[in-house]
């Protein structure tokens, strides 16, 4: 069991939410509400936290779990709530990527699987966790299957990881995409697929469609001042975490 932990002001690490594996059994079971920390957890993934403290991250069951598919949580004044569940029927979803709106609502990169591969998808969906109900459809990917998501703050646009597609690998690119138009620009990543080609054994930056990457998996945004923003990339395969200068002019891609 995977307890997800912060660190006190002593330097310590204090459990936010999860049962210590060693700690007596409380009476709930992995998929339970209730007090944070004493509710197993199944396989915590990505994680946010809102301007309120409340934390929000990805769940997905351990192998053999009788609970449902990957679901979204929220600890908050201590307490475990669910805020929705991957849809079962006909997807078995799988939540790849979690962010946060500007207005305090929640981003989810939703894939969703089936035993047929043409049926497979990306959807990028927002969800207000004060209103309940389910999530929004934003953006469908269209045939390209995505692993990490991040929201630009400046322009509202999405950044998305897209390490595979349909029935082949690739195309390994990191996608900036409009909510409002839908249009989708390749930031970084050639048209060549994976691979490791096209990085300079300098180190200098790079425009960041001139370099390939293999598996990128996750992204995240990060807010200079003056209005630069820097993306990271987790370019798994390669190895390597990338710096992609997205401020206005042209990109620029550097380790």
């Not at 999860?18 to 990505?46: I, S």
């Not at 500007?102 to 989810?108: D, Y």
């Not at 409002?180 to 790079?206: K, V």
Request: hydrophobic share 40%; proline share 9%.
């Amino acid at each position: 069991l995977q307890p997800v932990v912060k660190q006190s002001p002593s330097l310590g690490l204090t459990v936010v939410a999860g049962r210590d594996p060693a700690a007596p059994a409380g009476g709930h079971v992995e998929g339970d509400d209730g007090p944070a920390t004493e509710v197993p957890l199944g396989l915590p993934r990505h994680v946010v936290v809102d301007r309120k403290g409340r934390v929000f991250f990805l769940e997905r069951p351990q192998a053999g779990s009788p609970s449902p598919p990957d679901r979204l949580r929220k600890v908050e004044a201590g307490m475990l709530t669910p805020i929705y569940r991957a849809r079962t029927d006909p997807y078995s979803g799988a939540f790849y990527g979690l962010a946060l709106e500007e207005n305090g609502a929640v981003t989810l990169l939703l894939t969703e699987l089936t035993g047929q591969s043409a049926s497979a998808r990306s959807v990028i969906e927002t969800l207000d966790p004060d209103a309940g109900g389910s999530p929004q459809e934003v953006v469908d990917l269209q045939g390209l299957l995505a692993s990490g998501i991040a929201r630009d703050p400046l322009s509202g646009d999405y950044f998305v990881a897209v390490p595979w597609q349909l029935g082949a690998p690739g195309p390994c690119q990191i996608l900036r995409i409009s909510p409002a138009t839908g249009t989708r620009t390749a930031i970084a990543g050639t048209t060549f697929g994976c691979g490791s080609g096209g990085a300079d054994p300098t180190n200098a930056a790079q425009p960041g469609t001139s370099v390939q990457l293999d598996l990128p998996f996750d992204v995240d945004v990060y807010l200079l001042m003056a209005g630069r923003e820097l993306l990271f990339i987790t370019d798994t395969l390669n190895l390597r975490v990338l710096a992609l200068n997205v401020s206005a002019g042209p990109v620029q891609l550097s380790r």
